[in-house]
C-alpha cells in the first residue's frame, strides 16, 4: 500500500509538471519619431534627439539607434544609442572645420533582439544659417576689368543673410554696396543698386571661407564712364 501511494504521488508530480508551461515575452513593438529633413549649421553641433516610443510587446526590451550614410565631414558623438522605450536617443552631430555646404541621404537605423532591423531614410543638409558673420571684416581686393588694380573694403553683417560693402571697386569710402547672400548655395547677388558717388552697381558671384569673388557692372565709375568687373576679396 505504501508502494502504491508513493508511485501515485510521483506519477501526479511528473504529470503536473508536464503542464507547465514556458512563458516568452512577445516582440516589441515600438515607433521612432523621425525627420525627412535635418539641418546641420556649418563649422558647428546639432543635438539631435530621437524618441522611441513604447506600442506594445516587450516594455523591457532594448532598442538600439544608429545613423548610417553620413559624409566623412560629418561626425557623431556616439555611434550608436541603446534605449529602453520609450526613451529618447540623444545624438550629437558636428562638423570637421570647412565641411562643404550640401544636402546627403543617410539612415537611421535601428535594432531590437526581438524584431531585428529597421530603417528611416531621411536628408541631412549641412547649411549655414548666418553666413554673413563669417564674411564680415576687412578685405584685400583686386579689380580685374578695363584696368587691374587693388585696394581695401570693408564689409559688415547685416542680418544673417546680407553685408554691407563699403569702398566696393574703390569707388569711395561713402559708397556702401548691400550684398544679399544665399548661405545654402554660397552665392552673392548684387541687386541694381546707387552706392554713392552717383555709381550704380549690379552683379553675382560667390563665397568661399575667407574669400567672395563677384562679376559686377558699376555705371558711372568717379574715372568715367562704366565698368565691368571681376573682384575678388580676401580676408
Given at each position: 500500500?505504501?508502494?502504491?501511494?508513493?508511485?501515485?504521488?510521483?506519477?501526479?508530480?511528473?504529470?503536473?509538471?508536464?503542464?507547465?508551461k514556458t512563458t516568452?515575452?512577445?516582440?516589441?513593438?515600438?515607433?521612432?519619431?523621425?525627420?525627412?529633413?535635418?539641418?546641420?549649421?556649418?563649422?558647428?553641433?546639432?543635438?539631435?534627439?530621437?524618441?522611441?516610443?513604447?506600442?506594445?510587446?516587450?516594455?523591457?526590451?532594448?532598442?538600439?539607434?544608429?545613423?548610417?550614410?553620413?559624409?566623412?565631414?560629418?561626425?557623431?558623438?556616439?555611434?550608436?544609442?541603446?534605449?529602453?522605450?520609450?526613451?529618447?536617443?540623444?545624438?550629437?552631430?558636428?562638423?570637421?572645420?570647412?565641411?562643404?555646404?550640401?544636402?546627403?541621404?543617410?539612415?537611421?537605423?535601428?535594432?531590437?533582439?526581438?524584431?531585428?532591423?529597421?530603417?528611416?531614410?531621411?536628408?541631412?543638409?549641412?547649411?549655414?544659417?548666418?553666413?554673413?558673420?563669417?564674411?564680415?571684416?576687412?578685405?584685400?581686393?583686386?579689380?580685374?576689368?578695363?584696368?587691374?588694380?587693388?585696394?581695401?573694403?570693408?564689409?559688415?553683417?547685416?542680418?544673417?543673410?546680407?553685408?554691407?560693402?563699403?569702398?566696393?571697386?574703390?569707388?569711395?569710402l561713402n559708397t556702401?554696396?548691400?550684398?544679399?547672400?544665399n548661405c545654402n548655395?554660397?552665392?552673392?547677388?548684387?541687386?541694381?543698386?546707387?552706392?554713392?558717388?552717383?555709381?550704380?552697381?549690379?552683379?553675382?558671384?560667390?563665397?568661399?571661407?575667407?574669400?567672395?569673388?563677384?562679376?559686377?557692372?558699376?555705371?558711372?565709375?568717379?574715372?568715367?564712364?562704366?565698368?565691368?568687373?571681376?573682384?575678388?576679396?580676401?580676408?
Open positions: 500500500m505504501r508502494k502504491f501511494i508513493l508511485f501515485s504521488f510521483i506519477t501526479l508530480a511528473l504529470f503536473a509538471g508536464s503542464c507547465r516568452t515575452n512577445p516582440p516589441i513593438d515600438y515607433l521612432v519619431d523621425t525627420s525627412t529633413n535635418v539641418y546641420l549649421n556649418q563649422d558647428d553641433s546639432l543635438h539631435l534627439p530621437l524618441e522611441v516610443r513604447f506600442l506594445a510587446g516587450n516594455s523591457t526590451e532594448p532598442v538600439t539607434l544608429t545613423i548610417e550614410g553620413l559624409p566623412s565631414t560629418v561626425k557623431m558623438v556616439q555611434d550608436s544609442i541603446t534605449v529602453i522605450p520609450t526613451g529618447v536617443a540623444n545624438f550629437i552631430l558636428y562638423t570637421t572645420p570647412g565641411a562643404p555646404l550640401g544636402y546627403y541621404p543617410v539612415r537611421l537605423v535601428s535594432y531590437s533582439p526581438s524584431t531585428g532591423y529597421r530603417t528611416y531614410d531621411f536628408t541631412l543638409g549641412v547649411v549655414n544659417y548666418n553666413c554673413s558673420f563669417y564674411l564680415a571684416g576687412n578685405y584685400n581686393c583686386l579689380n580685374k576689368g578695363r584696368t587691374t588694380y587693388s585696394y581695401t573694403g570693408t564689409a559688415t553683417a547685416n542680418g544673417d543673410t546680407a553685408i554691407n560693402m563699403v569702398n566696393l571697386g574703390g569707388y569711395g556702401n554696396t548691400h550684398i544679399t547672400l548655395t554660397d552665392s552673392v547677388t548684387i541687386r541694381k543698386q546707387v552706392i554713392g558717388n552717383g555709381v550704380t552697381v549690379s552683379g553675382q558671384g560667390h563665397f568661399e571661407a575667407n574669400k567672395m569673388v563677384i562679376r559686377y557692372i558699376a555705371l558711372n565709375i568717379p574715372t568715367g564712364g562704366n565698368d565691368t568687373v571681376v573682384v575678388t576679396m580676401t580676408k
